[in-house]
């Protein structure tokens, strides 16, 4: 006698939909400029110098890059500093932050987040991946929630096999 079992993907037939966040990671080089190297004996700008360097430093290194300054040395950087490296490299870098590296993944994702089609997804039950081959800010899935939350039927963390639920829409 022959048994003829079915197997049933429970995953797929699930209707849970899968957000990943990788696929919003932006793929261009990150670059920390830390004005440090701009000091007078790592202590204080001098105006002068500083300008004689901006007039004749290549901006075009940064074309396409996404730059985040700071000033990494205890010293008294005068705003008008940050200002006028951003001035220099706003024509060429694709995106230009005050900040560390991390600040700098932040804004990137926010900016690609900002642009998700929230009505693709209303009324929905999502997973928002939470394992992968990069290293996504914990920011990023603070602003997916916030994102999702008003939209969505059910909002989870994981894979779609193993959930952490976090939100489910009261009907």
Same mark, same amino acid.
């Given at each position: 006698?022959e048994?003829?079992?079915?197997?049933?993907?429970?995953?797929?037939?699930?209707?849970?939909?899968?957000?990943?966040?990788?696929?919003? #990671?932006?793929?261009? *080089?990150? &670059? =920390?400029?830390?004005?440090?190297?701009?000091?007078?004996?790592?202590?204080? !700008?001098?105006?002068?110098?500083?300008?004689e360097?901006?007039?004749?430093?290549?901006?075009?290194?940064?074309?396409?890059?996404n730059?985040?300054?700071?000033?990494?040395?205890d010293?008294?950087?005068?705003?008008?500093?940050?200002?006028?490296?951003?001035?220099?490299?706003?024509?060429?870098?694709?995106e230009?932050?005050?900040?560390? #590296?991390?600040?700098? *993944?932040? &804004? =990137?994702?926010?900016?690609?987040?900002?642009?998700?089609?929230?009505?693709? !997804?209303?009324?929905?039950?999502?997973?928002?991946?939470?394992?992968?081959?990069?290293?996504?800010?914990?920011?990023?899935?603070?602003?997916?929630?916030?994102?999702?939350?008003?939209?969505?039927?059910?909002?989870?963390?994981?894979?779609?096999?193993?959930?952490?639920?976090?939100?489910?829409?009261?009907?």
């Amino acid at each position: 006698m022959e048994i003829q079992e079915n197997i049933v993907n429970k995953v797929a037939a699930s209707g849970l939909v899968t957000f990943n966040l990788e696929d919003y #990671l932006h793929k261009g *080089e990150r &670059v =920390l400029y830390d004005i440090k190297d701009n000091l007078f004996h790592g202590l204080i !700008l001098r105006e002068k110098d500083f300008r004689e360097f901006v007039k004749m430093h290549d901006w075009s290194v940064y074309l396409g890059k996404n730059v985040a300054i700071t000033c990494s040395a205890d010293a008294i950087v005068p705003t008008w500093a940050y200002m006028l490296l951003a001035n220099k490299m706003q024509p060429y870098a694709n995106e230009i932050i005050f900040g560390n #590296l991390e600040t700098l *993944e932040t &804004v =990137l994702f926010n900016r690609a987040l900002a642009q998700v089609d929230l009505n693709a !997804l209303a009324g929905q039950r999502v997973v928002v991946k939470g394992c992968g081959d990069i290293n996504i800010p914990v920011a990023a899935y603070v602003e997916i929630t916030k994102l999702l939350t008003p939209v969505v039927k059910s909002l989870m963390y994981g894979e779609p096999c193993s959930t952490v639920p976090l939100f489910k829409r009261k009907d």
